[in-house]
Antibody, heavy 120, light 107 residues
Framework: EVQLVESGGGLVRPGGSLRLSCAAS????????MIWVRQAPGKGLEWVGR??????????DYGAPVKDRFIVSRDDSKNTVYLQMNSLKIEDTAVYYC???????????WGQGILVTVSS | DIQMTQSPSSVSASVGDRVTITCRAS??????LAWYQQKPGKAPKFLIY???SLLSGVPSRFSGTGSGTEFTLTISSLQPEDFATYFC?????????FGPGTKVDIK
């Protein structure tokens, strides 16, 4: 069974940084592209970014609101994907979900989500 | 970015009702559309991809149709566990984008 467990969330000041982790189990992590999606309180879903596998060049893609501020990375030896968030803004406040890619286009499995609050 | 809209934004229905939700894309996305279900306080659940392909384990009362810019999700006979918010997502071009959601609640 696929399990994804996010950690590292919390309260951070505007302009600060935070790193989220997502520990994966139940599948061959190194073979799967990994995704981050967020959901602001009471709002809809927003694609944050993704990392491809080593065999796909381990390249990353980002949504426009986070491009140049957030970095998605992976450590296949630890079955973990990371989201490094820099220059945080109040509008980055959201529940952040990690997920597994399905057929390079969809989010197949989702973690339980972790709350990031950006506030002074 | 491709903009996604959904209608209605909410619908009240009873157990056994047929419910249809519409998702529209701001440009042609072929059949690159998925549907997710989200219950309060929980992560979304992947239901349908490529507009009409049901994930294994998803009840057959769920169905998806459409192509181009207009898509529908139909629940043929609403069950108590189906009360939730439903989101569409386009995967034609990056960044992939989601619709704003349609809440299905109890009449």
């Amino acid at each position: 069974e696929v399990q994804l467990v996010e950690s590292g969330g919390g309260l951070v000041r505007p302009g600060g940084s935070l790193r989220l982790s997502c520990a994966a189990s139940g599948f061959t992590f190194s073979n799967v592209w990994m995704i981050w999606v967020r959901q602001a309180p009471g709002k809809g879903l927003e694609w944050v970014g993704r990392t491809k596998t080593k065999t796909s060049g381990e390249t990353t893609d980002y949504g426009a609101p986070v491009k140049d501020r957030f970095i998605v990375s992976r450590d296949d030896s630890k079955n973990t994907v990371y989201l490094q968030m820099n220059s945080l803004k109040i509008e980055d406040t959201a529940v952040y979900y990690c997920g597994t890619d399905y057929a390079t286009r969809w989010v197949g499995s989702w973690g339980q989500g972790i709350l990031v609050t950006v506030s002074s | 970015d491709i903009q996604m809209t959904q209608s209605p934004s909410s619908v009240s229905a009873s157990v056994g009702d047929r419910v249809t939700i519409t998702c529209r894309a701001s440009q042609d996305i072929s059949s690159w559309l998925a549907w997710y279900q989200q219950k309060p306080g929980k992560a979304p659940k992947f239901l349908i991809y490529a507009a009409s392909s049901l994930l294994s384990g998803v009840p057959s009362r769920f169905s998806g149709t459409g192509s181009g810019t207009e898509f529908t999700l139909t629940i043929s006979s609403l069950q108590p566990e189906d009360f939730a918010t439903y989101f569409c997502q386009q995967a034609d071009s990056f960044p992939f984008t989601f619709g704003p959601g349609t809440k299905v609640d109890i009449k």
